[in-house]
């Protein structure tokens, strides 16, 4: 473990996977933010944090406006990404737009992507709604003799390489003077009123005074919130993703295709990726990342199979189990400042939203350290509010 350089800073940030690094990005490179940044993470290794796990995909094809206009961001930033980094050696960002397909197999669900393409056509998404007919004209691999329909976006909806912009936040955010430490918060101090977080305790011992205090500490985000006496509906829930083989490889890319399974499956590289959850799907230890091997055999197989008739002879190639932050109220992300307590900034609960989500929300929660409020975009919608007052978020585009 490492002991910071100071015993006080302006900004105390619990958790340095994505999210807290594009936090510490966002703040450290703004010039009218003059303060120090400390970045507490308890293993640099990142090995079974949900970044490292994540499937690295960024889509439009939200129901709410917010939702939407977040990843257009997230789409500027990445075409942008050397240029946001100011850096020749930074690396271009491919985004590989073979898009989200929707099917839908109800009458129900297909007049709901109908509205959804609306909404998102509106603010200039390339969503367009698909007959059957259509999906098979354009996509002959598919089985859709159950299907009436789909959405399908073909600009900027894909896979990008969610590792590298991390690791280039990290980098470039130590450089512009924010510290990391390997470390653990081990509680968290009120002033006497209750009002504000005064300090943090390091697993060593040391107490570190803070102006704010940012929760970016992924599917351990309600263990601390509670050290501050806070209350969250988030929790660890795992996520399996399926690496395969397809022994006659299709002709073109496949879509990032979501399944009324509950399975989806798109193109990845020279092979294929299938994801899902378990059918039980209860909130987990932070710890527990065992894989329930049947799931291959029973749900995800047979479901691209029969989507794909293609895939009947695959070879599984790789698999791993990652958690979701997973907001058991609304599945949506939790940001912005606390009622009641407004230095203990949340930076939570994505539910499978978060590495796409992750430039605009950066940079909202870097504005509001900043200035008070957000300058972009206005993410007051996932402020903690909501769950004090028990008003969900509405958003129909959950996976």
């Not at 690094?21 to 450290?28: E, K």
């Not at 590989?96 to 998102?120: C, H, I, P, R, W």
């Not at 512009?176 to 697993?203: C, D, F, K, P």
Request: with cysteine; aromatic share 12%.
């Amino acid at each position: 473990m490492q002991a910071p350089t100071k015993s006080s800073y302006d900004v105390v940030i619990v958790g340095g996977a994505m999210y807290g690094s594009s936090v510490a990005w966002w703040l450290s490179r703004n010039p009218d933010f003059a303060g120090s940044i400390l970045v507490v993470e308890r293993d640099p290794s990142y090995e079974f944090s949900s970044t490292s796990h994540t499937n690295s995909c960024i889509r439009q094809q939200f129901s709410n406006e917010v939702n939407i206009r977040i990843s257009q961001f997230g789409a500027e930033f990445i075409h942008g990404f050397k240029e946001f980094m100011a850096d020749d050696e930074a690396p271009d960002i491919l985004l590989q737009s073979y898009g989200y397909m929707y099917l839908a197999d109800n009458e129900t669900f297909a007049a709901s992507l109908k509205e959804q393409q609306k909404v998102q056509a509106s603010l200039g998404a390339g969503t367009k709604y698909m007959s059957a007919a259509e999906i098979a004209a354009a996509y002959p691999f598919y089985n859709l003799d159950d299907i009436i329909g789909g959405n399908h976006n073909l600009i900027n909806e894909g896979y990008f390489d969610g590792g590298t912009i991390f690791d280039w936040w990290k980098r470039k955010a130590r450089a512009q003077g924010a510290e990391y430490v390997h470390n653990e918060v081990t509680a968290i101090t009120r002033n006497a009123a209750g009002t504000q977080v005064e300090s943090v305790t390091l697993s060593g011992g040391e107490v570190i005074s803070c102006g704010t205090l940012v929760n970016c500490s992924g599917p351990r985000a309600a263990a601390t919130a509670a050290m501050a006496g806070i209350e969250i509906p988030i929790e660890p829930r795992k996520r399996y993703t399926y690496i395969f083989a397809a022994e006659t490889p299709l002709d073109r890319d496949l879509p990032l295709t979501i399944d009324p399974s509950g399975v989806h499956m798109r193109t990845d590289g020279q092979y294929y990726l299938a994801g899902c959850p378990p059918d039980d799907d209860p909130a987990v230890a932070y710890d527990d990342f065992i894989s329930d091997h049947s799931l291959w055999e029973q749900k995800v197989w047979p479901a691209v199979a029969t989507r794909v008739p293609a895939f009947e002879a695959v070879k599984l190639i790789n698999s791993w189990v990652g958690h979701y932050a997973y907001n058991t109220f609304d599945q949506n992300a939790v940001v912005g400042p606390h009622s009641q307590l407004s230095n203990f900034v949340f930076v939570n609960g994505f539910s499978g939203h978060g590495l796409q989500q992750s430039p605009a929300l950066g940079r909202a929660v870097s504005e509001w350290i900043t200035y008070g409020q957000y300058r972009s975009i206005d993410i007051s919608p996932f402020g903690f509010d909501r769950i004090e007052q028990q008003t969900a978020f509405l958003e129909k585009a959950v996976i």
